[in-house]
């Protein structure tokens, strides 16, 4: 079997000013992003972090302003949870809290988030088991269908197959607009026996809560964090998206690479301006 890159993931935070945002969002934290290839054929010579070297253009961002979003509140009921949790299991026990309606039986359990709509689906042990898929396509085709088997829409641009040598996990990516959305994305992993082993899915909608402008590739790159001594990334790529933050879908610039020790690393930073 093709052995998988370890995948280094690393959210930069910073302070952002959104008093430009009235509403505040229901949405507590914690969700975390998906990241994805991309690869920008290119070079360019130019001064770098300490560490850095890259394949790609700086290029300067386009004038203008870009949207912002909000995840749209809709609380769900139990009749909804329960109709979800049948897709999945026959539930033998149900119990309740503030945050999610928690679903139980033979097959795994079912756990309906309230607040922003998540429907995760842990099996029980060896309960779908197969061979573990050979390529990357044949773990899309079986995620797919799975979800797609279970009654649940789906709709994607791309699909990212992340391996941690004995399981696999498919990320399914769509757009808000014209950028890549990798602030919420339905996802199935099968575990070491082939078998799937969890399903998160989220029924969620978006919307407009304001408009931001954006900092050039090149301001982004010297956000970028320091490197361990001896260390060096080569980032390969480079594309503006979509990602969750303080509690907001909004843009920022998703750098990818390779880092010492030949493994893969990505990096968001914020792109969004909240400056008058």
Known sequence: MKKKPVIISLVLAGALALAVFLIQSPVRKGYAGTRSSFNLNAAETAPAPDGYQYSFPLEDTPAGTINCYMLRYRPIDYETAKKYAGMFISADSYHEDDNAYVFAG????????KDINLIRYEAAPAMD???????????VQIAADYIQKH??????????????GGSYRVKFINRIGNLKNYAFTNQVTMDITG??????????????????????MREAFGELPAVKAGDTVLLSGCQLVYVYEDSIVQPAYYFQGSASGDKTFECFVKAAVYKS
């Open 129 to 139: 088991g197969g061979a573990l898929p050979r390529t990357d396509e044949e773990s």
């Open 195 to 216: 078998g799937v082993a969890s399903v998160d899915y989220y029924a969620v909608q978006y919307d407009k809560v304001g408009e931001c402008r954006i900092m050039s």
């Open 151 to 164: 009654l649940l829409a789906l709709m994607y641009e791309e699909a990212q197959v992340h391996s941690d």
């Open 106 to 113: 033979a097959r795994g359990t079912v756990t309906i988030d």
